[in-house]
């Protein structure tokens, strides 16, 4: 008897463990469906940066340090509100295709078309006076002349921004993943041959740069467009409508709660780039900061990948009224991300004093980054668990809490932390960077994940529920689409 039920035993368990296996693999082909070609997506956009920054380095340090701050500070700080306000529509497409009320999807990228564009413009003067602004904070007048030249030329490349961020997240809310990754790929390439010829064979220098930049991504937004406007998305794009003005003044609040939950985060680490304008051997030390940050950023693109495939799955799933497959989504998509920060971390230990010359001839840089690649990794790592915990919030539609998070863990936090480790301590560029690292995302993820621990998914279901009917208005060709 004894034996029998050790069998019956061993049987169960091989079957839960069977399975679970086959759920997650279910799940991991869900998961993988988006962010496999987002991570080629992001990646390819990401790159085009690079190159940018690549061109810059082999003209010269002043180069490198203008186009960096043009780039990361002066784009970057409207680039974070644009992205953190279109990530409201990972949240609301995600939920109106998982409760299957199509047509509303259109009329979101819609809505969130007239509100990008109208701050593009409200962060003109930022472009217009960036060499004065850049100079009031400590930067040294050749940097900044040459940073404030740059970003005129990058005015374009923002409101591109508004008209593609859009886009992509209207088309990942629909699963057609594919379609952003062909264009990606064809704009990666056109990109290097056009900086290529702009740089060098134009000889116009950081300004072909920039224009590289502006048209590369021009073509990639207009390229998402004709896709959709073609008829390939029947359900969710019927044209544009007057109803993108309905309900405008709720959208504008839960976009704007996207968007300061996003530039909280982002605005606190070019905070640091500028830091770096006071310390001796300024141009050195921004130049490695720069790379670093560079580095982790475009490893980083592999986990915002997985942050929209958790946000999608999330948001689908809820959408639908499944918060036990909810919590199962997040699961896998936090095991399978740190899986791949961990391989990444090691790979950037090993060729720590190789990294840089990606970027730059110069042995002084080299070596200066190579001194900083151990925090590198730690960056690397944080990056594998950060960014999924903020998928599920953006699921959720939980950014207004998050935004108070960020600002008490990046600026109460990191920046003073980072501020003492700097000069107080005397430890420099690694010091600024080291307190922002453990003071501000180390501190945020530890707050996410206790926070979304205790979460009643099941609430979150039924308030998904609620939202989509709220936001919605009903379509008769539509409900017969539904009954089909």
Known sequence: ????????????????????????????????????????????GYSMTVITQAFAGHLGNVELASISIA?????????????GMASALETLCGQAFGAKRYHMLGTYMQRSWIVLFFCCI?????????????????????????SGMVALWLIPLQFSYAFQFPLQRFLQSQLKNSVTLWFSLAVLVLHAVTSWVLVYELDFGVVGAAMALDISWWVWGLGLFWYVSSGRCPQSWAGFSM???????????????????????????????LMTGSLEKATLAMDALTICM??????????????????????????????????????????????????ICVITIILHDKLAYIFTSSTDVVQEVGQMSYLLAMAILLNSIQP????????????????????????????????VMGWIRHLGVSGIWGGMIFGGTAVQTVILAIVLIRHDWEKEAQKASQRAKKWSTPNPDNQIQEHK
């Not at 780039?71 to 992205?83: E, K, P, S, Y």
């Not at 904070?137 to 050749?142: A, E, L, N, V």
């Open 1 to 44: 008897m004894e034996e029998s039920s050790s069998r019956n035993t061993n049987y169960s368990e091989d079957e839960e463990n069977e399975e679970l296996s086959s759920r997650v693999w279910i799940e991991s082909k869900k998961l993988w469906r988006i962010v496999g070609p987002n991570i080629i997506n992001r990646l390819a």
């Open 122 to 146: 409200l962060l003109l003067p930022v472009y217009i006076f960036a060499s004065p602004i850049l100079k009031l904070m400590g930067q040294s007048d050749d940097v900044a002349e040459q």
């Open 243 to 273: 109803q993108a003005f309905s309900g405008f003044w709720e959208f504008v609040k839960f976009s704007a709660a996207s968007g300061v939950m996003r530039c909280l985060e982002f605005w606190s680490y070019r905070i640091l780039i």
């Open 294 to 343: 560079t580095i982790s950023g475009w490893e980083l693109m592999i986990h915002w990948a997985f942050l929209v495939g958790t946000g999608v799955r999330v948001a689908n799933e809820l959408g639908a009224g499944n918060w036990k497959a909810t919590k199962f989504a997040a699961m896998v998509s936090m095991a399978e991300s740190v899986f791949i920060g961990l391989c």
């Open 388 to 419: 999924i915990l903020t998928g599920i919030v953006v699921g959720t539609g939980l950014q207004a809490w998050v935004a108070y998070i960020n600002l008490f863990c990046y600026y109460i936090i990191g920046l003073p932390l980072a501020f």
């Open 71 to 83: 780039t990361n500070i002066i784009v970057g700080f409207g680039f974070a509100l644009l992205l």
